[in-house]
């Protein structure tokens, strides 16, 4: 079982940053795993954010791209999301994800609120 835990969402002005992080449990190899961060707004469905594979080989869904970051730190079992320049149309509940095999797992969440 691994368990992924978000952190970082808040309320933030249009124009503003945060940083989400996703700490996974250490039960697993972390390193050797791809990640990705995803979201789901009120009334759409979860779309891919950013994703990052062991090789630190990133993708990005348009809307995000020049904005967002990124990045893994495996000494921690840790993935981050830097979001920069947020805009009200980046509201929503973002989750992390880790690919164990043929199995996903979720995190619960973290709510990022972007004011205009």
């Known amino acids: 079982q691994v368990q992924l835990l978000e952190s970082g969402g808040g309320l933030v002005q249009a124009g503003g940053s945060l940083r989400l992080s996703c700490v996974a449990s250490r039960t697993i190899l972390f390193d050797i795993y791809p990640m990705g961060w995803y979201r789901q707004a009120p009334g759409k469905q979860r779309e891919m954010v950013a994703t990052i594979t062991s090789r630190v080989t990133t993708n990005y869904v348009d809307s995000v791209k020049g904005r967002f970051t990124i990045s893994r730190d495996n000494t921690k079992n840790t993935m981050y999301l830097e979001m920069k320049n947020l805009e009200p149309e980046d509201t929503a509940r973002y989750y992390c994800?880790?690919?164990?095999?043929?199995?996903?797992?979720w995190g619960q969440g973290t709510q990022v609120t972007v004011s205009s």
């Open positions: 994800n880790i690919v164990v095999g043929s199995r996903g797992y």
